[in-house]
């Protein structure tokens, strides 16, 4: 396809995002909301890209993607080429293209976000690989050396499909282990179909077979599996498990209930939407309710998306600083908005009301912003500002802390006073055991998908590189 790049497209067209689904359908449907980009959407918008001599955007990207190539395959229409591109330095990126912050990272880095508005480097990408897939992109493995070596890997999330990618082309047999019904870990099953339909995650299952990874999902270790039999079947084992225990609150009226927990109100949804059953996430149907979620973060924001979709009354984020200081990404911020959510900024939570055991209420106090010596401003309530929101079903979702299991300990695999694991200063993701690695959340703590991507591929090639010492070692001995 001949393809006559303009070096002034970027003059000529203006940014533009994916169309979005009408808002009386967004609001009331669990599937993404974002319209696909077609051939030439995605032509015209990858040609604004100015190819930069030292692209920031591919700085800024935690896993370091190629991005203004894959840009440039794009607009040619060189799909199946700018997909494997893509693959090169990221396992997952149908996933980052639909839910990475971008306008935190590689499109806040883009030469043109100040003045002319950054590349839709995120919907681009989304669009290579989901053209590839439907043509039948995949990974070029006829190469390939087989190594004598298994690896299991424990948690089906971003981390451990990305160690088990970078795995298998390297020749390495890998074994997935998941006590869910589906792989992904929470992006299945604690991001809501609105931002990542399970499809995509069940398509790259598809494509990791293929790659002969083999997935035990319905596993738990430590009961289906004892990690020491686990231990015995493999020559090495990467974690990926994530962290899954919430930053608590304590406010007075609490035991009193009507306090929904995140995560369970996420999965349970996603359980009901799949007929599934999981034990311990009961669908919570907010229908009808008066809902108040407390934090500013991303898990915030898809609970209170969640819950119009439900059919709530009311939707209301409570965040204690201003929207400029929210940990979340903006643009789902502005979606939040756009769906009808109403925000109370620069306010805190004080206590619980109730009418015997009804939860009517919660009494607030306004905050303002105070300088502080840790660098990020801090609330400060003032006196007088008391209020009383209605509510009758109230969401923490402040984050959530390390939650190793029991059985690390038996591994030999050390945590530090966090419940993080610790990483020995030898390779990257090598933990106390040397046969043992680990990456992701719970290493790093709560963070990006991107971030467990690009920490779990380097801890997989620092796997290859563990396996091929030990083969020369048995040879030698």
Request: hydrophobic share 40%.
């Amino acid at each position: 396809m001949s393809h006559s790049k303009d070096v002034f497209a970027f003059l000529e067209h203006e940014r533009r995002d994916p169309d979005v689904y009408p808002i009386e359908i967004r609001r009331t449907e669990f599937r993404e909301i974002y319209k696909p980009f077609d051939q030439e959407n995605a032509a015209e918008q990858a040609d604004r890209c100015l190819d930069c001599g030292n692209p920031y955007c591919e700085w800024k990207c935690p896993v370091h993607n190629y991005i203004p190539n894959w840009l440039k395959l794009a607009g040619e229409g060189r799909i199946m080429e700018a997909a494997t591109l893509c693959h090169e330095t990221n396992s997952l990126p149908e996933v980052c293209g639909r839910i990475c912050p971008q306008d935190r990272l590689c499109e806040q880095a883009c030469t043109l976000t100040t003045g002319f508005g950054a590349v839709t480097i995120g919907a681009i990408e989304r669009y290579i690989v989901d053209e590839a897939l439907k043509q039948g992109w995949r990974p070029d493995l006829s190469r390939v050396k087989p190594r004598p070596w298994s690896v299991g890997i424990v948690g089906a999330g971003p981390a451990g499909l990305a160690c088990a990618d970078v795995l298998s082309r390297n020749g390495i047999a890998a074994t997935v282990y998941d006590r869910y019904p589906e792989i992904g870990g929470l992006l299945t099953f604690g991001i809501p179909d609105f931002k990542l339909e399970m499809s995509v995650m069940q398509r790259r299952r598809e494509v990791l077979e293929d790659a002969g990874v083999r997935f035990r999902l319905g596993c738990e270790i430590g009961s289906d599996i004892r990690p020491e039999e686990l231990e015995r079947m493999h020559d090495a084992l990467f974690f990926g498990l994530g962290t899954y225990r919430p930053v608590e609150a304590s406010l007075p009226g609490m035991e009193k209930g009507g306090i929904v927990p995140a995560l369970e109100y996420l999965i349970g949804q996603t359980c009901s939407l799949y007929g599934l059953e999981l034990p311990g996430y009961p669908h919570i149907d907010l229908a009808g309710e008066d809902v108040l979620v407390l934090g500013g973060g991303d898990t915030a924001m898809d609970c209170v998306r969640t819950a119009v979709r439900q059919g709530a009354a009311s939707v209301t984020c409570v965040y204690r600083r201003d929207k400029e200081n929210m940990p979340g990404s903006p643009r789902e911020v502005k979606h939040a908005m756009s769906e009808g959510v109403r925000f109370e900024f620069n306010t805190s939570p004080l206590s619980l009301r109730h009418e015997g055991r009804q939860l009517t209420g919660l009494e607030v106090v306004r905050t303002r912003l105070v300088a502080s010596g840790e660098g990020r401003a801090r609330p400060e309530p003032i006196e007088g500002s008391e209020a009383v929101l209605p509510a009758s079903a109230l969401i923490f979702a402040f984050g959530y802390r390390p939650s190793p299991p029991d059985w690390l300990g038996a591994l030999g695999v050390d945590t530090d006073e966090w419940g993080l694991v610790r990483m020995e200063d030898r390779l990257p993701g090598q933990t106390s055991n040397p046969a043992v690695f680990a990456a992701g959340d719970m290493v790093r703590g709560s963070d990006l998908v991107v971030t467990a991507v690009a920490d779990a591929r380097e801890a997989a090639f620092s796997m290859v590189e563990y396996l091929d010492a030990m083969q020369v070692a048995r040879k030698s001995a």
